[in-house]
């Protein structure tokens, strides 16, 4: 069992910047997946972000030189730091973990982008 626990949501103002972190805890293997994946309202959750145990991130088109994701590996610890933020980046953000039979999900944090 992994247990994934978000936070740093919140609301920001259209151009601002927010920083998540994601601290896993449990049967952590020293090979897994973490990533990023939102949900708007009335959408289907969608990839974000996705970053492995050697650290090579991959970014879905729409984050591109805007978001940044990051892992801490001696503190189980995954990070998301967003810039620019747009309104269509609200959405509930959600932190995943997966390593051979096991496929976590953390419950979410709010990000709302508004004035």
């Known amino acids: 069992q992994v247990q994934l626990v978000e936070s740093g949501g919140g609301l920001v103002q259209p151009g601002g910047s927010l920083r998540l972190s994601c601290a896993a805890a449990?049967?952590?293997?020293?090979?897994?997946?973490m990533a990023w994946y939102r949900q708007a309202p009335g959408k289907q959750r969608e990839l974000v972000a996705i970053?492995?145990?050697?650290?090579?991130?991959t970014y879905v088109d729409p984050v591109k030189g805007r978001f940044t994701i990051s892992r801490d590996n001696a503190k189980n610890t995954m990070y998301l730091q967003m810039n620019s933020l747009k309104p269509e980046d609200s959405a509930v953000y959600y932190c995943n973990l997966k390593q051979i039979g096991l496929n976590s999900w953390g419950q979410g944090t709010q990000v709302t982008v508004s004035t």
């Open positions: 970053i492995g145990t050697g650290g090579a991130p």
């Open positions: 449990g049967s952590i293997s020293s090979f897994n997946t």
